[in-house]
């Protein structure tokens, strides 16, 4: 589907660049400036009208323009979806329809009940995760992961849920909108000890699989994306176990500053 749309812009595309400028100086114009074009269709030159008469040529090379700036705009809209330093945030969102195209299953634990779409994540996080357990395993702390992988669709049904349980303005403060969340870029992942224990509550905090996270996933290219004490700057509160993979430079460069990604990526 969106190949064969693809396909069609590509074509109205190399119309338009053929066309344009064939019609404007079919209309006489020595340049292809559609203002300078649209002043010579007052005048045309003789048989101009046969060949695209002055009603059709408008509202043709309009469409034409349009159908490439929507097609410019797409590309770099999936472009930018693509960069592992993406940033969403409450005001910075991603399309509904925005699936990444390389999900991949991680080969790592995860805890009973976490549905088949949270065990995906992007490929280069999903290795980098596996990396970071089996570092973690090593050292005896044994990590599951919770949620990966969040659909748009999902992420509206989680959020309403929060909403009517405690109210939007408390569901905002530990839960991201539909199209504002982490989880659907496909590089965030919430992660537990292998037992469980405090998975995804303020208690997790302070525990050994916390420190040794906050110590170890920099060095694997993820972040403790929201920190104690950023609430003001990300807009979230403290979340010792959603970790947001953004590749090992900019990871490091986060925890030697002590800064959040918020504040490294906005303005880049
Ligand atoms: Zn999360």
């Known amino acids: 589907m969106r190949r064969s749309s693809s396909t069609v812009i590509t074509l109205l595309v190399a ?5 344009a400028p064939f019609a404007a ?3 006489g114009a020595t340049d292809g400036g559609e203002e300078r074009a649209r002043g010579i269709a007052a005048a045309p030159a003789p048989g101009a009208r046969l060949l695209l008469a002055p009603q059709l040529r408008r509202p043709l090379l309009g469409a034409l323009a349009a159908a490439r700036e929507r097609a410019r705009r797409a590309a770099l809209a999936e472009a930018a979806a693509e960069r592992a330093d993406l ?14 195209r390389d999900l991949v299953a991680p080969r790592v634990a995860f805890l009973a009940g976490t549905p088949q779409e ?15 357990f089996a570092a973690a395993r090593r050292d005896g702390v044994p990590l599951a992961g919770i949620s990966g992988y969040r659909s748009f669709a999902s992420q509206r049904a989680l959020f309403a849920g929060y909403a009517r349980e405690r109210g939007v303005a408390r569901a905002a403060r530990v839960s991201a909108r539909a199209g504002h969340s982490e989880h659907q870029t496909g590089l965030a992942i919430d992660v537990a000890g292998a037992d469980g224990r405090c998975a995804a509550t303020a208690c997790f905090a302070g525990s050994r699989p916390a420190r040794w996270l906050a110590r ?20 979230y509160a403290h979340e010792p176990w959603h970790l947001r993979y953004v590749g090992v430079a900019l990871a490091r460069e986060a925890a030697a500053s002590g800064r959040t990604l918020d504040e490294l990526l906005r303005g880049r």
Do not use: S
């Open 87 to 100: 940033l969403v945030d409450k005001r910075r969102g991603l399309a509904a329809r925005y699936r990444p």
């Open 25 to 27: 100086h079919a209309l």
């Open 216 to 235: 170890h996933a920099p060095g694997h290219g993820f972040v403790v994306r929201y920190p104690r004490g950023a609430e003001r700057v990300t807009g």
């Open 15 to 19: 119309l338009a660049l053929v066309a």
């Open 118 to 132: 949270g065990r995906r994540l992007r490929r280069p996080a999903a290795r980098a995760l596996e990396r970071l």
